[in-house]
């Protein structure tokens, strides 16, 4: 893996197994003047790690725009991990994969060692750009799972959990701190974390009829907490929103950029 050096924050984080070599052509539509860029992620050891922070312990959402490379993995994992902040043995936070083989997502929420799991019959089976949404509502209302700006029919197991764990857990994206292999193959731009349990109306508003655009607008951008575009190779994985950077490197241990926001 690969530190940035020349960073002067302490919560920049590292990628993994990652190279521009992965440079290809794409289709996700954006909005001006955002570069033509998401991060493209090999299915087998390629991660970002992005330390600590944010933190979130209470309500809170996660977006991401996601493409699948293939419906089938290279390493033949049941399961493949768009972000977690866990560690087995080190305490568990929250953590969204989907299903490899189904394209089921599932989505789940620790406190002490007692998770609540969200599993979508909504899936994923195409190569197609979706806009995926991971809401934590707490208390007892069930979490939920958006696919493209609508609601997924899903289950719940586990109600009651209200407020997280708050452990010095790293956060990673696109792979698994201990399940292996379990790696995104695909592509992700625009990953963004809020500390509000966003609405739908507000959900809807972000996925903008397909093309992601500059959430710095959007009607609640005062609980944006991080917003990585994952769409340059020059200036690194930045946080445009909060300050948990990430770095590219520029070397054959790092991930590549992959040309997918073409329009």
Known sequence: SYTNAGSVSQLNGTSSGMS??????????TVAPYSKYALGFDGVDETILLANSPIVTGVFTISMWIKRTSLTSPESAGA??????DAIGGGRVYSA????????????????????????????????????????NGDTINNQVYLDGAEASYTVQNLGVSTLNSLNIELRLGGSSFYAPANFYGSMSNTSIWNTNLTSSQITEIYNNGTPSNLSSHSVTSN??????????????????????????????????VNTLAG
């Open 224 to 257: 944006l907490v991080s917003w990585w575009k994952l769409n340059n190779t020059t200036t690194g994985i930045q946080d445009s929103k909060g300050s948990n950077n990430g770095s590219n490197g520029g070397t054959t241990e790092h991930a590549g950029f």
């Open 97 to 136: 994969s989907f299903n490899t083989a189904s394209g089921e997502i599932n989505f789940y929420v620790w406190t002490s060692n007692t998770p609540r799991q969200v599993t979508t019959s909504t899936a994923i089976n195409d190569t197609e750009w979706h806009n995926v949404v991971f809401v934590n």
């Open 80 to 85: 493949q991990y768009l972000i977690q902040k």
């Open 20 to 29: 521009q070599a992965n440079l290809v052509q794409s289709d996700l539509q």
